[in-house]
């Protein structure tokens, strides 16, 4: 197959940022993808409804026709009523929980979950997904394992305390995180195009390579077969959350750099390449455009989007400029010789 027309996708996962970043980055979304959940880490996050209806307006501003679907940032101090109140006006599609330090601007999440029932409790009544950011942060666990040890000692006792909750288990990165997400229902799971693509020897075999620092971390091979077989089954649960994160080439280039991808430009370009690769084109629009819509209820875009398939490699700007820096597109590796139409 050298040519391939799906519905236009969307982008369950992503990080715009703000300002001069925002006004950069959220073209190079919009190019590609109809809607976009949007991640709440800014500095200050966002936390309340109307932080959210504000943040929207400057999305719009700066990528007029893509269509943000906003989140609220979880912290123990939230309002299950102002929750409610913006999950019912449509403008908020989901809460985010960040355990406290897991993360970039995680600072102000959650470091007791018995504190935030009330806003869960909630959410779990009116069928308002919480997306997690599955790592544990305590010193003693391994990096590499604080995704397991958070499905088992965090996500599965919630999910036994409150089975209505509807999760989606964000950026999964291990096989017990496929594993977890395979029951599917009320649980689904992100997956990005890069852990799609790296594992963790890319980041430190023959020199570090900070521009493939993300969190969760990449981990061994088996893992990303695990997540290639996954988003590559057409499975429900699984569905693409591109994660793209950028920080300027200044703060990854760095002693101590900041985590995350920023894969925007080239996401669905490497996404045909690495379902053509396992056979699997016939599944690129469920995992893009299909599955993602269904557990949000949404309707699938109606707009259509093809990706041919070139003899030569396509090339990709190896950066965007932006008025905050420079910031490094995500570099596979590989030749891609899939492009947008
Ligand atoms: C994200 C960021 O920079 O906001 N970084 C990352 O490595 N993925 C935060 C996150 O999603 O963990
Ligand atoms: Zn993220």
Redesign the pocket.
Same mark, same amino acid.
């Given at each position: 197959m050298t040519q391939i027309t799906i519905r236009r996708p969307d982008d369950m #996962?992503l #990080?715009l940022r703000d300002g001069a970043m925002l006004q950069a980055v959220a073209p190079e979304s919009a190019r590609d993808f109809a809607r976009a959940i949007i991640?709440p $880490?800014l500095v200050p996050p966002v936390v309340t409804g109307a932080q959210a209806l504000a943040y929207r307006d400057r999305i719009l501003a700066a990528a007029p026709g893509f269509m943000p679907l906003m989140t609220l940032y979880l912290t123990e101090t939230t309002d299950p009523a102002d929750v409610a109140a913006a999950a019912a006006s449509g403008l908020v599609k989901a809460v985010k929980l960040?355990p406290a330090g &897991? !993360? !970039? $601007?995680?600072h102000g999440g959650v470091r007791d979950l018995d504190r935030v029932m009330p806003v869960l409790e909630k959410m779990a009544e009116i069928g308002l997904p919480l997306c997690t =950011?599955g790592e544990v942060t305590t010193p003693e666990v391994d990096i590499f394992d604080r995704e397991a040890v958070f499905i088992d000692t965090v996500l599965d006792p919630l999910r036994r305390r409150i089975p209505e909750l509807r999760v989606v288990m964000? =950026?999964i990165t291990t096989e017990e995180g496929v594993a977890y997400a395979a029951q599917g229902g009320n649980l689904a799971a992100t997956i990005?195009t890069h852990h799609l693509i790296i594992n963790r020897n890319h980041i430190l075999v023959g020199g570090i390579k900070p521009h493939y620092? +993300?969190? /969760?971390v990449a981990k061994r091979e088996k893992h990303r077969l695990a997540l290639r077989r996954a988003a590559t089954s057409g499975h429900p649960a699984y569905f693409l959350g591109t994660?793209s &994160? /950028? #920080?300027v080439d200044a703060l990854k280039e760095h002693a101590c750099g900041?985590?995350? +991808?920023f894969t925007a430009t080239n996401t669905m370009p490497l996404l045909a390449h690495v379902f053509d690769e396992d056979g699997a084109l016939d599944r690129l629009e469920a995992f893009t455009a299909l599955n993602g819509a269904a557990f949000y209820g949404l309707t699938p875009n109606e707009d259509r989007l093809t990706l041919v398939k070139e003899t030569t490699p396509v090339a990709f700007p190896p950066k965007i400029e932006t008025g905050a820096g420079p910031v490094t597109v995500f570099d596979p590796g590989f030749a891609v010789h899939w492009r947008v139409l």
């Open positions: #996962h #990080h991640m $880490n960040y &897991a !993360t !970039t $601007n995680s =950011h964000e =950026h990005t620092y +993300c969190l /969760p994660d &994160a /950028p #920080h900041c985590a995350g +991808c």
